[in-house]
């Protein structure tokens, strides 16, 4: 059966994901008879799950009429997905994905402020799929976090743009629409996502703040 278009699903934030859609771009550019389009997974949980998507990121191969012939769900480079298309291109693999999911509860530990001392604060998350993505999900639940008496120093409008890792280390990129943030502030973030990374194994943050007001 023949494939004509490709899907990836994909976390927004997500480096490796990135990584997938720079690679399926350049399939496209070498075979312009296919379509390509992106799924956010933490944006759009209910398409997520009717494609019963498991794991970050998955690409779907569909034929003609939309019905999936094959998935990859992990990375590959160019030639692979390239060789995996020639492989595929006249008989239907049955895909991996599981049945459609129902959500899950997931529990996290983030610090917040109590005056210049940093506090665990315990959160339950409603994941609506069955993508787990907990170092991801964690920034995001401590961006939008908002427990009294505990002061949360990233702005009401902080947006995760992106983050990478790398053995102990993590960049994250957080986007913004405050007119200036001192350098004391961008101290506290920093505090605070270090240590609600500390579980995951980071020990060290690299922060960067973009106010896209301005991109």
Same mark, same amino acid.
């Given at each position: 059966?023949?494939?004509t @278009?490709? /899907?990836l699903?994909?976390m927004?934030?997500?480096p490796?994901?990135?990584?997938?859609?720079?690679v399926?771009?350049?399939?496209? %550019?070498?075979l312009? &008879?296919?379509t390509?389009?992106i799924?956010?997974?933490?944006? $759009?949980?209910e398409?997520?799950?009717e494609?019963?998507?498991?794991?970050?990121? /998955?690409?779907?191969?569909?034929?003609?009429?939309?019905?999936e012939?094959?998935?990859?769900?992990?990375?590959k480079?160019?030639? $692979?997905?390239?060789?995996?298309l020639k492989?595929?291109?006249n008989?239907?693999t049955?895909p @991996?994905?599981?049945?459609?999911?129902?959500k899950s509860?997931e529990?996290?530990?983030?610090?917040?402020?109590?005056?210049?001392?940093?506090e665990?604060v315990?959160? &339950?998350f409603?994941?609506?799929t069955?993508?787990? %993505?907990?170092?991801?999900?964690?920034?995001n639940?401590?961006l939008?976090?908002?427990?009294?008496?505990?002061?949360?120093p990233?702005?009401? @409008?902080?947006?995760l #743009?992106?983050? #990478?890792f &790398?053995?102990?280390?993590?960049?994250?990129i957080?986007?913004? $629409? &405050?007119e200036?943030?001192?350098e004391?502030?961008?101290?506290?973030?920093k505090?605070?996502l270090?240590?609600?990374?500390?579980s995951?194994?980071?020990?060290?943050?690299?922060?960067?703040?973009?106010?896209?007001?301005?991109?």
């Amino acid at each position: 059966m023949k494939i004509t @278009s490709f /899907t990836l699903f994909t976390m927004s934030a997500c480096p490796l994901g990135r990584t997938m859609r720079h690679v399926l771009g350049e399939v496209t %550019t070498l075979l312009p &008879e296919l379509t390509f389009s992106i799924v956010f997974i933490d944006q $759009e949980p209910e398409v997520t799950n009717e494609a019963g998507i498991n794991n970050n990121p /998955t690409t779907l191969f569909r034929d003609k009429n939309g019905k999936e012939v094959y998935r990859i769900e992990e990375f590959k480079e160019t030639d $692979e997905v390239i060789q995996l298309l020639k492989t595929k291109k006249n008989h239907t693999t049955l895909p @991996s994905g599981g049945a459609k999911r129902e959500k899950s509860v997931e529990s996290y530990t983030i610090y917040l402020l109590n005056g210049d001392a940093l506090e665990a604060v315990d959160i &339950e998350f409603t994941n609506l799929t069955a993508v787990k %993505t907990p170092r991801i999900t964690a920034i995001n639940l401590l961006l939008k976090a908002d427990f009294q008496p505990f002061i949360n120093p990233f702005p009401d @409008s902080a947006t995760l #743009e992106l983050v #990478e890792f &790398e053995e102990n280390l993590s960049r994250v990129i957080i986007n913004h $629409e &405050e007119e200036l943030i001192s350098e004391v502030n961008a101290y506290k973030m920093k505090r605070c996502l270090q240590h609600t990374l500390h579980s995951f194994g980071i020990e060290k943050v690299e922060l960067v703040l973009k106010d896209y007001k301005n991109l």
